[in-house]
């Protein structure tokens, strides 16, 4: 079964920055795009960023355009979100997950495999 880790995340000043990672790990691991989601109290599950493993192509949500960098590592299996400028309004709950196979890596029942999750909390 495929794993993703992630670490990072804790409490920040509005302004800072955060990185997050993923690591997946696995016997054997094919995953055709990575991405991070958050989820707010009360609130639905959001896409934030993805890549694609092989192309490398970028997708970012409007809300985090310009502040936050999603990159990988291909020989290390992880994925990163570098995350600059936070607003109170990022607080959340960011997932990361991986998709064996992609379409649109904006949907999130795109994805098979998720990490456990990390709490980003931003005060003002």
């Known amino acids: 079964q495929v794993q993703l880790v992630q670490s990072g995340g804790g409490l920040v000043q509005a302004g800072d920055s955060l990185r997050l990672s993923c690591a997946a790990s696995g016997r054997t691991f094919t995953s055709d795009a990575m991405a991070w989601f958050r989820q707010a109290p009360g609130k639905e599950r959001e896409f934030v960023a993805a890549?694609?493993?092989?192309?490398?192509?970028?997708y970012y949500a409007d809300s985090v355009k310009g502040r936050f960098i999603i990159s990988r590592d291909n020989a290390k299996n992880t994925v990163y979100l570098q995350m600059n400028s936070l607003k109170p309004e990022d607080t959340a709950v960011y997932l990361c997950?991986?998709?064996?196979?992609?379409?649109?890596?904006?949907?999130?029942?795109?994805?098979?495999?998720w990490g456990q999750g990390t709490q980003v909390s931003v005060s003002s």
């Open positions: 997950a991986a998709a064996r196979y992609i379409y649109d890596p904006l949907v999130l029942n795109e994805y098979d495999y």
């Open positions: 890549i694609r493993w092989r192309g490398g192509s970028t």
